[in-house]
C-alpha cells in the first residue's frame, strides 16, 4: 500500500489486523507506529497494550500468542515484532527457532482485537520465500524506503496539509534545496515555518528564506550558484559572508563553488549525449537531488563559459595559497568577475 493511503486509513481509524512495515527509512516507520499508536488505542489503554517484540531475541510463536491473548484494560493491542530477519535472505545467526508455520496460520486468520506490525527495516525482502509471498498477499504492506527527489514536492504538499498551511509554489525549491531527501529534517522545517505562520497561513519563498535553518555549505554553494545567475552580486556577498561567520575558509568555499560548476559542467555533457536524470546520478556517484538541482542551471551557461568560471576558480586558488592576494578581497573579487562576464 501505498504511505500517504496508509496515513490517511490509520487517521480514519481504519486499522488493519496485520501491517508489514519494510525498507531502510526509519522516519516513514516511527511516522506509522506513532499514527498506529494515536488512532488505534483509546486515551484510557495503558501501555499494557502497546507492545514491542525483537524478533532477534524473541521467537515469532511467542508473539503470536501475546497477539492472540485478548487485551487488558482496553479494547485493542497493537504489537509491534522488529526484524524478522526469516523474511530475507541473510542467514538468521540468532540461534532462534522460529515457527513459521504459526505465523502463517495466524495471518490466514488474525484476530480481530489486535494488530500485529511486523517491521523489517532492510532493503529488500526475499520474494522467493513462501512466507514473504503469503504475507504479501494476507498482510498490509508498506513500503518505507528513502524518498527520491522527485518525490520531495509531494512530500512538501503532504507536511503542509498536516499543518493546515499553504505553500506558494516558488517555495518548494527554497525548502528541498535545504533539506534535500531527508524527512525528518524536512518535517521539522515545514513544522517550524507553519508554527510562524499560523493555520490557515501561507508560507512565502521570504518567509522560508528568513526561517529556514542552513544546513550545509553545500546548499550555500547552489544559492552562490543562483545569484551568479542572477547577476545579483550584493546576494553572493551576502551567501559568502554567512559562510564566512560560521568560520568557513576561502578556499574550501573556492572548492565548493568549483564543484558546483564541475557537476554542472558534467551534467551538461552527459545530457548532450543523451543521458537520463538516474544514469548521471550513477555516472557521477552522486544523489540524484543534485543532478536535478545541475540540470536546472546547467542552461543558464555555455559550456565554454563554464570552463571560464573554473580556470578562474583555480587562478583565485593560487593567488590566495601563494599569498598573493587577501583571501577575503580573492573572493568576493572572483564573485564580481564571474558575475560580470555572463
Known amino acids: 500500500m501505498d504511505y500517504f493511503k496508509a496515513i490517511n486509513l490509520i487517521e480514519q481509524k481504519q486499522l488493519k489486523p496485520m501491517y508489514l512495515l519494510y525498507g531502510t527509512e526509519s522516519y516513514l516507520i516511527e511516522n506509522i507506529i506513532s499514527k498506529l499508536k494515536q488512532h488505534g488505542l483509546s486515551d484510557n489503554d495503558d501501555g499494557a497494550n502497546f507492545i514491542r517484540y525483537d524478533l532477534e531475541e524473541t521467537a515469532i510463536q511467542e508473539v503470536i500468542m501475546d497477539v492472540e491473548t485478548y487485551p487488558f484494560f482496553g479494547e485493542r493491542k497493537i504489537v509491534l515484532a522488529y526484524h524478522p530477519i526469516f523474511l530475507t535472505a541473510k542467514p538468521d545467526k540468532t540461534g532462534l527457532s522460529h515457527q513459521i508455520d504459526a505465523l502463517l496460520e495466524y495471518a490466514s486468520n488474525p484476530v480481530d482485537y489486535s494488530t500485529l506490525v511486523l517491521i523489517a527495516p532492510y532493503e529488500k525482502l526475499d520474494e522467493r520465500k513462501k512466507v514473504t509471498k503469503t504475507l504479501k498477499k494476507q498482510t498490509e504492506m508498506i513500503a518505507c524506503h528513502p524518498v527520491k527527489e522527485w518525490d520531495i514536492d509531494k512530500w512538501i504538499n503532504f507536511l503542509a496539509k498536516q499543518f493546515e498551511v499553504d505553500i506558494e509554489k516558488d517555495t518548494y525549491e527554497i525548502i528541498s534545496q535545504e533539506t534535500g531527501p531527508h524527512l525528518m529534517l524536512l518535517e521539522k522545517e515545514i513544522e517550524k515555518i507553519a508554527t510562524y505562520v ?20 553545500n546548499n550555500s554553494g547552489l544559492k552562490l550558484v543562483d545569484a551568479v545567475i542572477a547577476k545579483h552580486l550584493a546576494k553572493a556577498i551576502d551567501i559568502y559572508q554567512d559562510l564566512s561567520r560560521i ?3 576561502e578556499i574550501a568555499l573556492l572548492a ?28 557521477l556517484k552522486v544523489h540524484p537531488y543534485v543532478i536535478k538541482m545541475a540540470m536546472t542551471r546547467e542552461k543558464y551557461f555555455s559550456k565554454k563559459k563554464i570552463e571560464t568560471i573554473l580556470d578562474q576558480c583555480t587562478y583565485t586558488d593560487i593567488k590566495i595559497k601563494q599569498g598573493q592576494m587577501d583571501k577575503r578581497l580573492a573572493f568576493e573579487l572572483l564573485l564580481y568577475q564571474i558575475i560580470q562576464s555572463t
Open 198 to 217: 499560523g493555520k490557515g497561513g501561507t508560507i512565502t519563498p521570504e518567509i522560508a528564506e528568513e526561517l529556514l535553518a542552513h544546513q550545509s555549505t
Open 247 to 249: 568560520n568557513e575558509d
Open 256 to 283: 565548493l563553488l568549483a564543484s558546483q560548476f564541475r557537476t554542472i559542467h558534467h551534467v551538461k555533457t552527459l545530457k548532450k549525449s543523451g543521458y537520463s536524470q538516474q544514469q548521471m546520478a550513477q555516472q
